[in-house]
């Protein structure tokens, strides 16, 4: 069962931002909040130092 957000938190699926009114429901295995349906994924900045694409979070492995 899907709900509104009543407050601002990170989707455990995508690790994307969760804002105020977007709908959610609760992973049932982490019983935390991830999105209902998860936005559809962007290209992903490029670290310049190893050319590898960063984590969803902006954090590089270099």
């Given at each position: 069962m899907?709900?509104?957000?009543?407050?601002?938190?990170?989707?455990?699926?995508?690790?994307?931002?969760?804002?105020?009114?977007?709908?959610?429901?609760?992973?049932p295995?982490?019983?935390?909040?991830?999105?209902?349906?998860?936005?559809?994924?962007?290209?992903?900045?490029?670290?310049l130092?190893?050319?590898?694409?960063?984590?969803?979070?902006?954090?590089?492995?270099?």
């Open positions: 899907s709900i509104h957000a009543q407050y601002q938190n990170v989707c455990v699926a995508c690790d994307g931002a969760i804002r105020y009114g977007d709908l959610i429901d609760k992973d295995f982490t019983e935390k909040w991830m999105h209902a349906t998860c936005p559809e994924d962007k290209p992903r900045e490029v670290c130092e190893c050319f590898m694409e960063k984590a969803a979070n902006g954090a590089c492995g270099c």
